[in-house]
């Protein structure tokens, strides 16, 4: 409708948008185009005293049109205002210039810029929390009385208020009672709600729980109310049955490629014609450790590549598995060498980055506390073997370096994915070469064309 307008009016209608939120466009939009069409007018220039009235009127005497006058009045101060009028007598009558200029630019102002969306917890710190909760805390009040907490908050529709003004002593057989219904509760916490409920004051300090729940976490003023926000960004609806659930891939299968609830797959899984499957986490990137992880960089540290790593995780390819706990018990070698060599000048010097380049042959360059350079090639395992397979490479770099009386080491780290990091060994081999616990066998071969060099860099010509 705005088409037939002048071009200038257009650019001044678009002008006078601005002032506004976009949800109200079409309102004022649709105001002016009738202000224009009653008027027969298509210039706003040519506007006044005369037409205002003339469309007040108008509207005022069509109730359906709700608050058009307004959105027209509006429209009239702003070309007022700013001059866009040319004949602008009488309406210094009804309005002062400089207030609707005041007004309008008040009205810039206040404009909103688009707020970019932040979940409530992110996916990190909601798996951090599950992660921690998750563990056994039997003999713990205090975890139990977090993971309680947060179980009834982040995994029930139960409110914080609801929470907060229920008690033990409504719990029976693993369903708590709220003034606003019942929820399920799961056995492990059982033995709290049973010692609560014989306990002096059985409610449940909400907050103060949470607070250290925050606390423990590390996520700065965290409150009942944003785990309870947090479900609710986390939350999908089944579009089969209309439940809702947590997007845990585990509550949900997809049929037919559509996504819906576990309980829904389970009924439909008897229909021939549809096909259920699971969804598939190994598709989604974050779990693991990306390939281009600089391990030199501190911001990795031992601990950390760690906590991302985790034997449940199974959907791993065995391979690149491999190269992760390859990866972390180089970490770890790295952090124990800085560890030896505490208060000595040789402790910033130990040196991870020669582990990125395998033609390298060894993996970290350190040091005795007297300064010689140790050579040493990690062999990372998540059990407990006896043997271990090297390169025809490594050997090569060990030949090479004894041969200059330098010290070429094999750390060999056992159980690097021990629960308890305490379980974690390090076996040291020294003179891989001449070794009375170790032999070399021959693995693979390579046939390698007799002009080539015997001792090239890069081939994995022989394992043992
Ligand atoms: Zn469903």
């Not at 008690?167 to 033995?191: H, M, Q, R, S």
């Not at 299968?253 to 797959?265: L, P, T």
Request: net charge neutral.
């Amino acid at each position: 409708m705005l088409e037939v307008l002048t071009p200038q009016t257009q650019k001044i209608i678009d002008d006078f948008l601005k002032h506004y939120k976009p949800i109200s466009h079409r309102a004022y939009i649709s105001a002016i185009s009738n202000l224009f069409y009653v008027l027969g007018k298509d210039d706003a220039s040519k506007l006044d005293i005369e037409d205002f009235k003339k469309v007040q009127e108008y509207f005022r005497n069509k109730e359906r049109y709700g608050s058009q006058d307004k959105y027209c009045e509006s429209f009239f101060k702003y070309i007022y205002a700013y001059n866009i009028i040319k004949n602008p007598k009488g309406f210094e009558k009804i309005w002062i210039k400089s207030n609707l200029i005041n007004h309008f630019e008040r009205l810039l102002n206040s404009v909103p810029e688009k707020v970019e969306y932040k979940p409530s917890l992110t996916i990190e710190q909601i798996y951090e929390i599950e992660e921690l909760m998750n563990l056994e805390h039997e003999d713990n009040l205090e975890m139990l009385k977090m993971a309680f907490c947060w179980y009834m908050l982040f995994h029930t529709d139960c409110g914080v208020n609801e929470l907060k003004s229920t008690d033990a002593t409504k719990y029976n057989n693993n369903i708590l009672k709220t003034n606003n219904g019942e929820y399920y509760v799961p056995e492990k916490f059982a033995p709290l709600l049973n010692h609560l409920k014989e306990s002096k004051y059985p409610g449940f300090n909400v907050n103060g729980i949470i607070t250290k729940l925050g606390k423990l976490v590390e996520i700065e003023g965290l409150i009942p109310q944003i785990i309870k926000n947090s479900r609710n960004e986390n939350i999908l609806k089944c579009s089969q049955c209309g439940n809702m659930y947590t997007n845990t891939i585990d509550n949900w299968q997809a049929v037919n490629k559509r996504i819906i609830c576990i309980n829904c797959a389970d009924k439909l899984k008897k229909n021939s014609n549809l096909k259920v499957e699971p969804i598939i986490s190994q598709n989604i990137e974050g779990m693991s450790i990306k390939d281009d992880i600089n391990i030199s960089s501190i911001i990795y540290t031992f601990d950390e590549l760690r906590k991302k790593l985790s034997p449940e995780f199974d959907y791993l390819k065995l391979h690149k598995f491999q190269m992760e706990i390859g990866k972390l018990g180089e970490a770890y070698v790295y952090d124990l060498e800085r560890k030896n060599l505490a208060g000595t000048k040789y402790q910033d010097m130990v040196d991870n980055t020669p582990a990125k380049n395998p033609s390298n042959g060894y993996d970290i360059l350190s040091y005795d506390r007297n300064g010689n350079e140790l050579y040493i090639e990690v062999k990372t395992e998540a059990s407990n073997e006896n043997d271990f397979y090297i390169t025809a490479n490594e050997l090569c770099t060990a030949r090479q370096l004894q041969s200059e009386g330098k010290k070429y080491l094999i750390y060999r780290v056992h159980n690097i994915l021990a629960k308890d990091k305490n379980d974690i060994t390090v076996d040291v081999i020294d003179n891989i070469i001449n070794n009375k616990e170790y032999k070399l066998m021959p693995h693979i071969y390579l046939l390698q064309n007799r002009n080539g060099q015997s001792c090239k860099k890069n081939s994995p010509v022989l394992q043992l």
